[in-house]
């Protein structure tokens, strides 16, 4: 598998259990975030996005949470499955120069036990 | 529909050659980027560009040159390859500048070692 998994926070759970991936982001002024997942030999795939003006957004089996006060964000995934197992990365958006540059976090390792 | 594809895979360098990069979309996606992604980091943006003929560096644009001579085309060049430079690398493609409601769409990584 890929070698960026390693030394990489990690989260293991059972499937079917709900995993909560956390993200501390680092600019106040983000006003855009999004979570990617990496599986294995992959470029990032798109999960969920929330805007700053906005504290939670609902996709399918996954939550977004967004705590502006302490510039924090976490993903909900519910009834994890096998299939879950991956990296997850969230990034945050900035203007720079009347651009937005997205910068990513390290990433988490998710590992989902049959 | 492809999406974005990177050529070549996997390649193998020795110090001092070098090489391009090519990413191509299909998607006809305004901005095109190119990341460089290394054991337990995040993704890291070397340069980006906003459109056909455009280019601008990102955070970590020493080491490589870029062009972007067609829309759907994004190459990123390395003049003399570094061992330093060992990584995986990702073209990734959008609407517009991600910040807007437009997602990043990433191609499948070329993973390079330099010996």
């Known amino acids: 598998g890929e070698s960026v998994g390693l030394h990489l926070p990690t989260l293991s759970v059972q499937e079917g259990d709900n995993s909560i991936i956390n993200c501390a982001y680092s600019?106040?002024?983000?006003?855009?975030f999004i979570w990617y997942k990496q599986e294995s030999g992959k470029g990032p795939q798109f999960i969920i996005d929330?805007?700053?003006?906005?504290d939670k957004r609902q996709g399918q089996r996954v939550t977004v949470l967004l705590n502006k006060t302490v510039k924090h964000l976490s993903l909900q995934i519910a009834a994890t499955q096998p299939g879950d197992s991956a990296v997850y990365f969230c990034a945050e958006n900035m203007a720079s120069g009347g651009s937005y540059i997205p910068t990513f976090g390290r990433g988490t390792s998710l590992i989902v036990h049959p | 529909n492809a999406g974005v594809t990177q050529t070549p895979k996997f390649r193998v360098l020795k110090t001092g050659q070098s090489m391009t990069l090519l990413c191509a979309q299909d998607m006809n996606h305004e901005y095109m980027y190119w990341y460089r992604q290394d054991p337990g980091m995040g993704l890291r943006l070397i340069h980006y560009?906003?459109?056909?003929?455009?280019?601008a560096k990102g955070e970590v644009p020493d080491g490589y040159n870029v062009s972007r001579l067609k829309k759907q085309n994004f190459l990123l060049g390395l003049e003399s390859a570094a061992p330093s430079q060992t990584s995986v690398y990702f073209c990734?493609?959008?609407?517009?500048?991600?910040?807007?409601?437009?997602?990043?769409?990433f191609g499948p990584g070329t993973r390079l070692t330099v010996l």
């Open positions: 600019n106040s002024a983000s006003d855009y």
């Open positions: 929330i805007r700053s003006n906005m």
């Open positions: 560009s906003v459109g056909e003929g455009t280019t």
């Open positions: 990734a493609s959008s609407y517009s500048l991600a910040g807007g409601t437009d997602t990043q769409y």
